[in-house]
């Protein structure tokens, strides 16, 4: 039963994941995928800060956390967008990229945790 809600919720993630990647143009910079990682990360730190209270049961971190949050976060996009800057030799871009994803991811699950406690 427990994959079913990691199915689910990952379903559901990867599904809001696309849609902003329809909303968001990304002509010169990637920015769905620095949306969606921001957004997952503000999400994630909620959720977590909501199982340390000991207020998410183990069905909900298994759709949300893992499931939603892990359909809806992408590292592996991210990863080939940088890659795909660096080899179109946009390296300021690629080093602003990678920088802003991860000071901004990084604060984002801090801003979530904050919300949650």
Known sequence: M???????????????????SKVISD????????IANIISCVIL??????????????????LLMTGFCGGFSTFSTFSAETFNLIENNQFSLALLYVGAS????ILSIWIGLKIAL
Do not use: E, H, N, W
């Not at 199915?7 to 902003?20: C, E, H, Q, V």
């Open 2 to 20: 427990q994959f079913i809600y990691v199915f689910l919720g990952g379903g559901f993630g990867a599904m809001s994941r696309y849609g902003i």
């Open 45 to 62: 730190g909620y959720l977590l800060g909501l199982t340390m209270q000991k207020s998410l049961d183990s069905k909900m971190q298994l």
């Open 102 to 105: 991860l000071l901004i991811c």
């Open 27 to 34: 002509q010169y910079f990637p920015y769905a995928t620095l």
